[in-house]
């Protein structure tokens, strides 16, 4: 058997098993949802790459001249965009996620990204970027020398040797936090646990464990993705505590039976709730094969004919018998995988045939294509 479908297989029983103990385990809150106000920001900002071999903007890139002409006019440094000619500079837009709670002089990693025609931003060095959140608000500055983690070389006659992406690039740790975004979590007396997945029965247990924990009805569901919590009184003063011990409560996780497919790579990963009605699969395939043969035709004698070679074609056709396979109502993974393999599909015609069985309403799970 083919070692993708022996690969899908194995995980699909591991599943049906229960010895994947992350799907069937109870998982800790703070893995499943967060506290509202303690979100992540994303920042952005516009800077110059400078120090490439060569590999820079061209003079066709307009703003990277102007850029450059800006920034030599603030150093006293007067000279017209037109007569800059340089090879080793780059723009880029720089990028951050600014997690909560961060303080005055913490350090962020940055990804710069080239938005004009460089070749590449191996060796190069990030001049002082500012970093703006929606707001337009600075919030922190980037500085310092690039990681690409590749390369890209090439030569006159178009001939290139490339590893990785070398127009985008990590500056680990490499932008300073100058603005702080403040937070009231601590003295609020209610707050709202939200859900990265919401689920109605996933909030209902959330709530249901955070007032097993604390005491009293203080957690309420609102929505699929929102929990209300009141804060006690006997944790006043004490609300980072409360949440320390809310986020560390264990609580089991719902899902909706889907089924993912990546038709490019032939992957598919299926959810323990998926089931199947009863259903009868057949499956068969039509394999044709196109030999040639060259063979020489040689003239008859005194005929002034030429020596010519003719193709001999030969044309077979082999079609595997279709196997009918029944399988039966409310089965698990571990049986429609069984009932499958017993067809021997291939994971193309596997992906064909849940297609199929969803088409017929017997498929009772999302089937996502991505």
Same mark, same amino acid.
Do not use: W
């Given at each position: 058997?083919?070692?993708?479908?022996?690969?899908?297989?194995?995980?699909?029983?591991?599943?049906?098993?229960?010895?994947?103990?992350?799907?069937?385990? +109870?998982? $800790?809150? =703070?893995? %499943?949802?967060?506290?509202?106000?303690?979100?992540?920001?994303?920042?952005?900002?516009?800077?110059?790459?400078?120090?490439?071999?060569?590999?820079? &903007?061209?003079?066709?890139?307009?703003?990277?001249?102007?850029?450059?002409?800006?920034?030599? &006019?603030?150093? $006293?440094?007067?000279?017209?965009?037109?007569?800059?000619?340089?090879?080793?500079?780059?723009?880029?837009?720089?990028?951050?996620?600014?997690?909560?709670?961060?303080?005055?002089?913490?350090?962020?990693?940055?990804?710069?990204?080239?938005?004009?025609?460089? =070749?590449?931003?191996?060796?190069?060095?990030?001049?002082?970027?500012?970093?703006?959140?929606?707001?337009?608000?600075?919030?922190?500055?980037?500085?310092?020398?690039?990681?690409?983690?590749?390369?890209?070389?090439? #030569?006159?006659?178009?001939?290139?040797?490339?590893?990785?992406?070398?127009?985008? #690039?990590?500056?680990?740790?490499?932008?300073?936090?100058?603005?702080?975004?403040?937070?009231?979590?601590?003295?609020?007396?209610?707050?709202?646990? +939200?859900?990265?997945?919401? &689920?109605?029965?996933?909030?209902?247990?959330?709530?249901?464990?955070?007032?097993?924990?604390?005491?009293? #009805?203080?957690?309420?569901?609102?929505?699929?993705?929102?929990?209300?919590?009141?804060?006690?009184?006997?944790?006043?003063?004490?609300?980072?505590? %409360?949440?320390?011990?809310?986020?560390?409560?264990?609580?089991?996780?719902?899902?909706?039976?889907?089924?993912?497919?990546?038709?490019?790579?032939?992957?598919?990963? %299926?959810?323990?709730?998926?089931?199947?009605?009863?259903?009868?699969?057949?499956? #068969?395939?039509?394999? !044709?094969?196109?030999?040639?043969?060259?063979?020489?035709? *040689?003239?008859?004698?005194?005929? *002034?004919?030429?020596? !010519?070679?003719?193709?001999?074609? *030969?044309?077979?056709?082999?079609?595997?018998?279709?196997?009918?396979?029944?399988?039966?109502?409310?089965?698990?993974?571990?049986?429609?995988?069984?009932?499958?393999?017993?067809?021997?599909?291939?994971?193309?015609?596997?992906?064909?045939?849940? *297609?199929?069985?969803?088409?017929?309403?017997?498929?009772?799970?999302?089937?996502?294509?991505?």
């Amino acid at each position: 058997m083919d070692k993708k479908v022996r690969f899908c297989f194995l995980i699909a029983l591991l599943l049906s098993n229960g010895l994947a103990a992350t799907c069937s385990h +109870a998982a $800790r809150i =703070k893995d %499943m949802a967060y506290f509202k106000g303690g979100r992540v920001n994303q920042l952005i900002g516009y800077g110059l790459v400078v120090g490439l071999d060569g590999t820079g &903007d061209k003079d066709q890139t307009k703003f990277t001249n102007s850029t450059l002409a800006n920034l030599l &006019d603030n150093m $006293r440094i007067k000279i017209d965009p037109t007569q800059i000619k340089v090879k080793n500079v780059a723009a880029v837009m720089v990028t951050a996620n600014f997690t909560p709670f961060l303080r005055n002089g913490s350090r962020i990693d940055c990804q710069v990204s080239s938005i004009g025609d460089a =070749k590449s931003l191996q060796g190069g060095t990030l001049l002082m970027t500012p970093l703006q959140g929606p707001d337009n608000q600075i919030y922190a500055v980037a500085q310092g020398p690039i990681v690409i983690g590749g390369y890209r070389f090439s #030569g006159s006659s178009g001939t290139k040797v490339e590893k990785n992406h070398p127009t985008v #690039g990590l500056i680990s740790e490499g932008a300073i936090v100058e603005r702080e975004v403040p937070s009231q979590l601590s003295e609020s007396r209610q707050m709202q646990l +939200a859900l990265r997945t919401p &689920d109605f029965t996933t909030a209902l247990k959330m709530a249901q464990s955070i007032n097993s924990a604390l005491g009293g #009805g203080c957690a309420q569901a609102l929505d699929a993705g929102t929990v209300k919590l009141e804060v006690p009184s006997h944790f006043e003063n004490r609300t980072i505590e %409360m949440i320390g011990q809310i986020e560390n409560l264990q609580v089991q996780p719902e899902t909706v039976a889907r089924i993912i497919v990546n038709e490019r790579t032939g992957t598919i990963v %299926m959810g323990e709730h998926v089931r199947i009605t009863p259903v009868a699969v057949a499956h #068969g395939n039509l394999t !044709v094969q196109v030999t040639e043969t060259p063979t020489v035709s *040689q003239p008859l004698p005194f005929s *002034q004919g030429r020596t !010519v070679e003719v193709p001999d074609t *030969q044309i077979e056709l082999q079609e595997a018998k279709g196997a009918l396979r029944l399988i039966k109502g409310n089965s698990t993974i571990s049986q429609l995988v069984k009932g499958l393999n017993s067809i021997g599909v291939t994971p193309r015609d596997l992906i064909s045939i849940l *297609q199929a069985i969803k088409a017929a309403g017997a498929l009772q799970a999302d089937l996502e294509i991505i």
